[in-house]
């Protein structure tokens, strides 16, 4: 079973939230800004060099207004 950031499902993940970031007109730069984060945090975790944790998660859904059980569910379970 793959893990941590190799793992395909969260690969998708990270795409949808770069879709919805994307989607919402924000850059990498004014979504870290809207999270009070660097920029560098959302290129490392969109390009998969970091892992979020559930808590990162949680803000960077809010941040797009995104519904977590709507996340969950375009993720694949294998």
Same mark, same amino acid.
Request: charged share 30%; net charge positive.
């Given at each position: =079973?793959?893990? !941590?950031?190799?793992? !395909?499902?969260?690969?998708?993940? &990270?795409? &949808? ?5 994307? !989607?919402? %007109?924000? @850059? /990498? +730069? %004014?979504?870290?800004?809207?999270? !009070?984060?660097? /920029? /560098?945090? &959302? @290129?490392?975790? *969109? @390009?998969? *060099?970091?892992?979020?944790? =559930?808590? *990162? ?5 809010? +941040?797009?207004?995104?519904?977590? /059980? @709507?996340?969950? #569910?375009? &993720?694949? #379970?294998?």
């Amino acid at each position: =079973m793959a893990r !941590g950031i190799h793992d !395909g499902r969260y690969r998708r993940l &990270v795409a &949808v939230l770069a879709d919805a970031r994307r !989607g919402a %007109g924000l @850059s /990498q +730069a %004014g979504l870290a800004q809207a999270l !009070g984060r660097r /920029q /560098q945090f &959302v @290129s490392k975790y *969109e @390009s998969c *060099e970091r892992r979020l944790d =559930m808590v *990162e998660l949680i803000d960077i859904a809010r +941040a797009l207004n995104l519904d977590l /059980q @709507s996340l969950i #569910e375009a &993720v694949p #379970e294998h």
